[in-house]
T-cell receptor
Framework: AQTVTQSQPEMSVQEAETVTLSCTYD???????LFWYKQPPSRQMILVIRQEAYKQQNATENRFSVNFQKAAKSFSLKISDSQLGDAAMYFCAYRSAMAGGGADGLTFGKGTHLIIQP | DSGVTQTPKHLITATGQRVTLRCSPR?????VYWYQQSLDQGLQFLIH???????AKGNILERFSAQQFPDLHSELNLSSLELGDSALYFCASSVLDSFNEQFFGPGTRLTVL
């Protein structure tokens, strides 16, 4: 079974600065997808960014980018120019791309609570 | 607003009781996933339905069951409730069971007293 580990229970960053959230995962599969979800105090789960394992290029979405290291099984999220609205729990998630595995749900890490200091 | 609706928003019940949580996916989405978020277990995948058929099971207890109806809405049934079942239950939908984004509903907060 796949596991996702987020080793930072909480991170704090000054507004406008850059912060990196860590995520490692364990899998024996070669094809899979990785995601970062944001959960603000409203509890709504919001997709931030996603990465296909077969793509070497790191995904970028505006101020959010990832550093995907397949060999190291690492998938970190970088938030540039942090804003107060970025304060939330951030969850790293894994999903198999194998036939039939696509029917499985997401495997989540325990989350990182991101605090933005004004 | 993700377009996924869940009812009720909050549910308070007693141990031993049975409840039903309802989810309506986004228009056109055929897949519905159920997740449980609790302090102890974090976010866990429970079950996946695709176009009315069960596709995959995760960490779903035998006391829990789900179904997806012809109009594609889904219900999660929780029976013989225990204190430990108190959690936030999410449903998510996607077009297909692939790389497509899963859109999450607002969740149902279940409290078992």
């Amino acid at each position: 079974a796949q596991t996702v580990t987020q080793s930072q229970p909480e991170m704090s960053v000054q507004e406008a600065e850059t912060v990196t959230l860590s995520c490692t995962y364990d899998t024996s599969e070669s094809d899979y997808y990785l995601f970062w979800y944001k959960q603000p105090p409203s509890r709504q789960m919001i997709l931030v960014i996603r990465q296909e394992a077969y793509k070497q290029q790191n995904a970028t979405e505006n101020r959010f980018s990832v550093n995907f290291q397949k060999a190291a099984k690492s998938f970190s999220l970088k938030i540039s120019d942090s804003q107060l609205g970025d304060a939330a729990m951030y969850f790293c998630a894994y999903r198999s791309a194998m036939a039939g595995g696509g029917a499985d749900g997401l495997t989540f890490g325990k989350g990182t609570h991101l605090i933005i200091q004004p | 607003d993700s377009g996924v609706t869940q009812t009720p928003k909050h549910l308070i019940t007693a141990t031993g009781q049975r409840v039903t949580l309802r989810c309506s996916p986004r228009s056109g989405d055929l897949s519905v996933y159920w997740y449980q978020q609790s302090l102890d277990q974090g976010l866990q995948f429970l079950i996946h339905y695709y176009n009315g058929e069960e596709r995959a099971k995760g960490n779903i207890l035998e006391r829990f069951s789900a179904q997806q109806f012809p109009d594609l809405h889904s219900e999660l049934n929780l029976s013989s409730l225990e204190l430990g079942d108190s959690a936030l239950y999410f449903c998510a939908s996607s077009v297909l069971d692939s790389f497509n984004e899963q859109f999450f509903g607002p969740g149902t907060r279940l409290t078992v007293l």
